[in-house]
């Protein structure tokens, strides 16, 4: 096993026992997803709500045992209910959100992917989402085929740096694999029943989309590169150090 996997494999091991931990305390993982959509909303109306807005969304199913201060990924950013009425659930978001995800961008009688919380119970169908957008991507080639779709973006190159082909990536809050990934963006391949399921099949050139990448992948180039910027540590990577870490 190369130096690479050991830190991967150390990492996951001792993410997802702290997220085990955490489920256990509770119905559900309030800031945790998979990226499996469970269902399309559509977006009722937006009222200003003091420095930012109110989002009303048809959740449909959704809503079932739904709890106010529950949460919801709505294109993949984590939400939180604050009324809920049969069907139909209101969101506050900032400001901050606003500006940095596609929410801002919504309309009425928009279409949303929405997906609940992870359950304590629940299977772990996709990868971790937490719900935090790292940025925008933009559409700039889409290629139709029978069996697939295969989907081009251009994106700011701090997000590419924390890409890896065949790596993991929510898009729109889809949990899909990086077909490839270069200096200037990347591609997705989607299935037609994703393609069904979530807004994907609606998206156009142009369009800008919400991106989060693998929280893994971040927390281990991070700690890579303190350790390999630590001139006490020699700026080196080695398995001993990788021991003393706890990693290996």
């Given amino acids: 096993m190369t130096t690479a996997c050991r830190v991967q494999t150390a990492t996951r ?5 702290r997220t085990i931990a955490f489920r256990a305390r509770g119905r559900y993982h309030r800031g945790m997803f998979t990226g499996i959509i469970q269902h399309v909303g559509r977006l009722q109306s937006i009222r200003s709500s003091g420095a930012g807005k109110s989002l009303v969304i048809d959740l449909g199913p959704l809503t079932e045992d739904l709890r106010l201060g529950d949460s919801v990924a709505v294109d993949g950013v984590c939400l939180t ?10 969101f506050d978001v900032v400001s901050e959100s606003l500006s940095r995800t596609t929410l801002g961008k919504l309309q009425s009688a928009g279409k949303v992917n929405l997906e609940r919380a992870l359950a304590a119970t629940g299977r772990f169908d996709g990868h971790i989402v937490q719900g935090h957008v790292d940025g925008l991507a933009t559409v700039s080639n889409i290629r139709r085929g029978e069996m697939s779709w295969e989907i081009t973006f251009k994106a700011p190159a701090d997000i590419l740096a924390l890409m890896v082909p065949k790596g993991s990536i929510a898009i729109a809050g889809v949990s899909l694999t990086l077909a490839n990934v270069t200096t200037s963006g990347f591609s997705i391949a989607v299935i037609p029943a994703t393609l069904r399921e979530t807004t994907l099949g609606e998206l156009a050139v142009g369009q800008q989309v919400n991106i989060e990448t693998d929280i893994l992948g971040k927390y281990i180039r991070r700690y890579l590169s303190e350790l390999l910027a630590n001139p006490a540590a020699g700026g080196t990577l080695s398995l001993d150090k990788l021991r003393q870490a706890g990693f290996a």
């Fill in 81 to 90: 209910a604050t009324t809920i009425d049969k069907t139909v659930a209101s």
């Fill in 13 to 17: 091991r001792s993410f997802f026992m």
